[in-house]
């Protein structure tokens, strides 16, 4: 592997792993006890997110352990999310939720039962749903009207835990 292949992997591989742990860290602070509906869906959100950070985490580990006859054709796609800067210049990170279905849980109520569209920034949470077809190709302009249609979330009301060590 080149020197340059490394340079370019290594960021991208501590970047995935910052938003693995921020995920996680998210996630396993969200009450479970008793949660409603709302903070389920904030749930989902977070380890849909640690999901795709451990798969952007895995494909750069993949690459950078690269042996002979390895083809990058293998490794997933390694930004399954969109970025975008608004006209206030926030940058808010999109990705898809799809509920899970457990057996003999009850659902999320329509239309939040098919997914939808998670778009976050450090100040909050959006919900858009159904989800837009061409989503991940569209203009910032055409973004941030999706972002204007999107429901805020509910904020946690939990406090977060103390950073572990």
């Keep these: 592997m080149s020197a340059q292949t490394t340079a370019i992997l290594r960021p991208r591989l501590d970047e995935a792993k910052k938003a693995l742990d921020a995920a996680l860290d998210?996630?396993?602070?969200?009450?479970?006890?008793?949660?409603?509906?709302?903070?389920?869906?904030?749930?989902?959100?977070?380890?849909?997110?640690?999901?795709?950070?451990?798969?952007?985490?895995?494909?750069?580990?993949?690459?950078?352990?690269a042996g002979a006859g390895y083809q990058e054709a293998e490794v997933p796609p390694i930004e399954p999310h969109r970025l975008f800067i608004d006209d206030s210049g926030v940058q808010w990170d999109a990705f898809v939720v799809y509920p899970s279905r457990p057996k003999g849980r009850e659902t999320l109520p329509p239309p939040y039962d098919k997914g939808w569209l998670a778009i976050q920034?450090?100040?909050?949470?959006?919900?858009?749903?159904?989800?837009?077809?061409?989503?991940?190709?569209?203009?910032?302009?055409?973004f941030c009207k999706l972002l204007d249609r999107a429901a805020v979330a509910p904020r946690r009301t939990t406090p977060a835990r103390e950073k572990r060590d």
């Design 121 to 142: 920034c450090p100040e909050g949470v959006r919900r858009l749903t159904p989800i837009p077809e061409g989503w991940r190709e569209c203009s910032n302009e055409e």
């Design 26 to 65: 998210e996630a396993c602070d969200i009450d479970r006890q008793g949660a409603d509906i709302a903070t389920l869906m904030r749930l989902e959100e977070q380890l849909t997110a640690a999901r795709e950070a451990a798969t952007s985490v895995i494909a750069a580990l993949r690459r950078l352990g």
